[in-house]
């Protein structure tokens, strides 16, 4: 079976005045199909630019991405980015955010799929109400529900619940393994938080320091609902601290 | 709200007291401009110059939101065409209203398309460059949202670009029309025969009426406080509510 996300030796750089900044160095993996992987590394360490590569959005100095065999040209709704600031469109209702990105639906349709959706994320009751008007762990929700509602087939989620407080992060990190539960997808998610990465991933690629390469892979052997405090996934999360050098 | 009323309350007693103590001839008293008022009020004349002031202000405004937000879409949008349009704009917009009246007098004589051409000039230029600026303003993260669910052009400027710029719009509405009614009543000083304009430069002509002067300057100032106050309800309209909150 060939792989999902087929990415061969990505470089990345800027110019800056000081010249030429290396952000990406040579960064190859491959995800297959249904797989959840995620990659941790240091802050500044250019996790945002691979992710922006691997979507689509940037494209790289040099190496290929594959989605499916096929080389990628710009971003599509096969896959969706859910950004660490989130992009849940402030002028639109929950509603219309969630049936914003729904093409070719009969408009009733489109409301039925939008209010499953809410309700799957737990905004059931909050469809008419505006972004400015939840909190900040709603809004991510609308975020996720707004990604799932065009059933792509992959995520990509970069540091997706980072700006939530710490209990709020694990209470997402468990529903969004619940409703990949019931719906799967691909997963890429980029992280700082080890605990995360171990708590949700199949595969985690520990990044180095700018610029950026894979210093080390784990596989994450544990089945779900999985016991962070168990002594095999510490014991996993003290490998991966000491790759970081923490 | 009590002491502002009471600082009104007290320059209209110190405008009683000069003019008593004065003992003027041709300035009145602040009864005497509410009696001319009334007198104004009376014949009729009054709402023939309010409505005569606020039709042009209509007409010339209106045609420019018609001209000004299109444009500044287009502009803000497409990079050749502010980088071509923008410096004459920045040369124009300095101008002040007022220098074209012998202009508009040369192009459109004395009737009513002189102001409306006048009230036109002065507000296309700030609403096209608010319009603009605030495509320019954007935030990435939504335009690569959309980018992402790959939907239609229309979508985008329907759903992302005409709402993400609403606000802006607003506040240029605002300007423009707040300068479109000062220049109609510049506008209507020079020529015509009827409008607010010409109330306050016709009643000193014919016989120094002071008080029909001042009871102008008056009802100017508070047409132009409900006009502003109409364009601030725009501002509560729920789909652009997202703007003014946090």
Known sequence: ??????????????????????????????????????????????????????????????????????????????????????????????????????????PSNKEQLADHYADLVGLKGFEMSYPHELSGGMLKRAELARALVVKPEILYMDEPFSALDALLSL????????????????????????????????????LSARPAHIKATFAVPFEHP???????????????LRELGV | MLPSLTVIAVLIAVWWLVVDLTRSAIFPTPWQVVMGTVELIRDGTLWEHIGASLMRVATGFGLAVLFAV?????????K???????????ILRPISPIAWIPIAILWFGVGNASPIFLIFISSVFPMVVQTTAG?????????????????SRYTLFRRVIIPAVLPQIIVGMRIGLGVAWLVVVAAEMIALHSGLGYLIIDSRNAGNRYDLVISGMVIIGLIGLSLDGTMRLLEGLKIVRWRYVR
């Not at chain 1, 997963?187 to 595969?203: F, G, K, P, Q």
């Open chain 1, 1 to 106: 079976m060939s792989a999902k996300i087929a990415v061969k030796g990505l470089k990345k750089g800027f110019i800056t005045d000081q010249g030429l900044l290396q952000v990406v160095n040579g960064i190859s993996f491959d995800v297959a199909d249904g797989e959840f992987v995620a990659f941790v590394g240091p802050s500044g360490c250019g996790k945002t630019t691979l992710m922006n590569i691997i979507a689509g959005f940037d494209p790289p100095d040099e190496g290929t991405v594959k989605v499916d065999g096929a080389s990628r040209s710009g971003p599509s709704a096969k896959g969706i980015l859910i950004s660490q600031h989130g992009s849940v469109f402030p002028w639109l209702t929950v509603q219309q955010n969630l049936m914003f990105g729904l093409n070719g639906h009969a």
């Open chain 1, 171 to 206: 209470r997402m990190r468990k529903e969004f393994l619940r409703i990949l539960a019931e719906e799967r997808h691909t997963v890429v998610l980029i992280t700082h938080d080890v605990e995360e990465a171990i708590h949700l991933a199949d595969r985690i690629f520990v």
């Open chain 1, 226 to 240: 999985r016991r962070l405090s168990s002594p095999e996934a510490q014991g996993l999360k003290e490998s991966i």
């Open chain 2, 70 to 78: 299109p444009l500044g879409l287009w502009m803000g949008w497409v």
């Open chain 2, 80 to 90: 050749g065409a502010f980088s071509t349009l923008n410096p004459i704009f920045q």
């Open chain 2, 135 to 151: 495509v320019h303003t954007i935030e990435r993260r939504y335009l690569r949202a959309a980018e992402n669910f790959g939907v």
